[in-house]
């Protein structure tokens, strides 16, 4: 178990930067999830660490070696594929067993270590058949095996869960949780289901064209994001985002955002790269009457959606679509007129510009 | 109506397959029928086809007056060193080909394609000079090489078809299981072994059979494989001892028969899928 570090990371393929300064550290034991949409590099990032990949700049430590030219088989991380990667001419017993063997462990070593493996992940019965005998499932499950038989320092995972149906994917997701806290293994997970992300991580990094856009908890990345992206990225359904102006009216600093305005404390002017703001208000944080109440906006329900425990709607409030997500309410039916009402404390406010979040004490509405 | 025109078919068919059987099984069965008939009934006119009289005399001469078993002994050595070499050479290359990018990587596998496309004739004189001058002329090496050259650009193009379409994953899987990256070559070449097996094959054929380099590569007992010597033969004073060529033949094609039979299924099956 050790901690990893990327100190000012990239690679390049040809032109395209998969990687652009990375900077990450995980802690020992951690369960690091790098998020982020297809293409982020959030992948190359784990060959990184595995030495599948070398860096063009920058360096890797794993512990307190650095790693950038250290061989596959150096490291001592275990990986687990996308496509398992099981050796399809080896029994299952066999694939468990290769790393040992490959490490001239003697035999009986061997056959101690991979039968507790797979009673740890249950798949004992199963030692010998050949992978294409098995289900998506259990191949997953072999494939753990195979990573976790030799107690590896670190743990790599590439979308492991992306092959498997909805159900068992959520089925598998408590099992890593599971073997995680059992286990402790600092673990760097790969995945773009921010779902996953959101469930089994410790930590989560965001990537988005090569680099880093944010890293915390589950509940930092969600409740205050660092920038629009990881705003936008995190959450389903999306953050509704206003475009807005930066003001100044009779010396007070005044975000208006078109359907709201709000007033804003004086600090945020030195700060504010251009005068283009972005509002951001998550869905379950607008309230819906059906009464008028103070400060809360007129709009119109365009759609509604019973998802079951909870309701989706899109309103309409001066020509702005805004998302909703809210108790089941059945005084609401389409085409009605409502009153929308954001919750000032949750709502956060993003310069355009630079897409940064911008912290500061909660504003009043005017 | 349909049924007549059905009928038709299939009898066109089964015309068309018996033909082709024929045309392969009858110069078999004449070359057999030919190695177990008495000399002078070999000549008969007009030919007979049943076998009449039954002897072992051919078989007796072969081996008395042909110092056949050596012969197939050199054979069997210089086929299997040109499998060895070729598929091992082959393979590695097309590996490399496919895995890796080198400068000119994509010009690369055209020019071997290329490469088998010239006649062979046109590798004889240059061969022969290399090998006499690195005295290599009348030796099993000297043989295996010059088989081995033109192997090689088949074995490449067939195996980098078949590595293209084995996922890294699997090398890479190797590698952080502890490989070296020479090891994780060898998950690929396990699971490339249906391709292995087609190009093995087919080298098997391709050297077992060859008789141009073989004739001027070798010169004497020591080297001279079986096509070569039972040429040889037709070189007699006063008359050809077909009877003795054709016992020769006859069990020189033995083991193709024999690879034949095992490895049918496994061939056409890795005709058919591309691996």
């Given at each position: 178990m050790v901690e990893v570090r990327f100190e000012n990371v990239s690679k390049h393929f040809g032109k395209v930067?998969?990687?652009?300064?990375f900077n990450l550290k995980v802690e020992d034991g951690d369960f690091l999830v790098l998020l982020?949409?297809?293409?982020?590099g959030k992948t190359t990032a784990l060959r990184l660490v595995a030495g599948l990949e070398t860096p063009d700049a920058g360096n890797i430590y794993i512990g307190d070696v650095l790693?950038?030219?250290?061989?596959p088989r150096e490291r001592n991380v275990a990986l687990v594929f996308q496509s398992y990667?099981?050796?399809?001419?080896?029994k299952v017993f066999d694939n468990i067993a290769f790393p040992l063997k490959i490490r001239k462990f003697i035999k009986k070593e061997i056959k101690k270590r991979v039968h507790q493996t797979a009673e740890l992940l249950e798949i004992n019965h199963l030692?010998?058949?050949?992978?294409?005998?098995?289900?998506g499932g259990q191949q997953q499950r072999v494939a753990l095996a195979r990573a976790l038989v030799r107690n590896p320092q670190l743990f790599l995972m590439d979308e492991?869960?992306?092959?498997?149906?909805a159900k068992l994917r959520v089925i598998m997701r408590t099992e890593l949780k599971k073997l995680h806290q059992k286990l402790k293994i600092t673990t760097i997970y790969v995945t773009h289901d921010q779902e996953e992300a959101m469930t089994l991580g410790t930590k989560i990094a965001i990537m988005n064209e090569g680099t880093l856009q944010q890293v915390g908890s589950s509940v930092e990345v969600y409740?205050?994001?660092?920038?629009i992206f990881v705003a936008g990225f995190i959450g389903s359904p999306a953050m509704n985002m206003l475009d807005g102006e930066l003001i100044e009216k009779n010396g007070k600093i005044i975000g208006d955002f078109g359907i709201v305005s709000y007033s804003l404390p004086h600090e945020i002017k030195e700060k504010w790269q251009s005068k283009k703001l972005v509002l951001g208000i998550r869905p379950e944080h607008i309230s819906i009457t059906k009464e008028k109440i103070t400060d809360a906006l007129k709009a119109k329900v365009e759609v509604v959606e019973p998802l079951g425990r909870e309701w989706m709607l899109l309103i309409n409030v001066k020509g702005k679509t805004l998302t909703v997500v809210m108790?089941?309410?059945?005084?609401i039916e389409l085409g009605d007129e409502v009153y929308a009402k954001l919750d000032e404390e949750k709502m956060r406010i993003f310069?355009?510009?630079?897409g940064k979040r911008l912290e500061y004490k909660n504003s009043k509405s005017i | 109506m349909i049924r007549t025109k059905k009928f038709i078919n299939e009898t066109l068919l089964y015309l068309a397959v018996c033909l082709a059987l024929f045309s392969v099984l009858f110069p078999l069965y004449w070359m057999f029928s030919t190695s177990i008939k008495p000399p002078l009934k070999?000549?008969?006119?007009?030919?007979?086809?049943?076998?009449?009289e039954f002897t072992l005399e051919n078989y007796q001469r072969l081996f008395a007056e042909v110092p056949f078993l050596h012969n197939f002994l050199n054979s069997t050595i210089i086929t299997g060193g040109a499998l060895a070499l070729g598929l091992s050479l082959g393979s590695m290359a097309a590996y490399g080909l496919s895995r890796y990018q080198f400068l000119g990587s994509r010009y690369f596998l055209s020019f071997i394609v290329i490469s088998r496309m010239i006649p062979y004739v046109a590798f004889v004189i240059p061969i022969y000079l290399l090998e006499t001058n690195l005295n290599l002329i009348d030796t099993h090496l000297g043989v295996i090489l010059a088989h081995s050259i033109f192997v090689l650009p088949f074995t490449i193009w067939l195996m980098k078809s078949f590595f293209d379409e084995i996922p890294k994953a699997y090398e890479e899987a190797a590698l952080v299981d502890g490989c070296s990256r020479f090891r994780a070559m060898f998950v690929a070449m396990r699971l490339a072994l249906p391709g292995l097996g087609t190009a093995a094959i087919l080298t098997f054929l391709d050297s077992w059979n060859e008789f141009m380099f073989a004739l001027i590569i070798t010169r004497t007992d020591a080297s001279q494989t079986v096509p070569v010597a039972i040429v040889g033969q037709?070189?007699?004073?006063?008359?050809?001892p077909w009877g003795v060529i054709t016992a020769g033949s006859f069990l020189f094609t033995l083991p193709i028969f024999a690879l034949g039979y095992f490895i049918q299924k496994y061939v056409a099956k890795s005709f058919v899928l591309g691996r």
């Open positions: 930067i998969a990687v652009n300064n982020g949409p297809s293409g982020c790693a950038n030219y250290l061989s990667a099981l050796y399809p001419y080896m030692l010998d058949r050949k992978p294409r005998q098995l289900s492991p869960l992306s092959n498997l149906d409740s205050s994001p660092a920038n108790k089941p309410a059945e005084f310069d355009k510009e630079s | 070999i000549f008969s006119i007009p030919p007979k086809l049943l076998i009449e037709l070189q007699r004073p006063y008359q050809v």
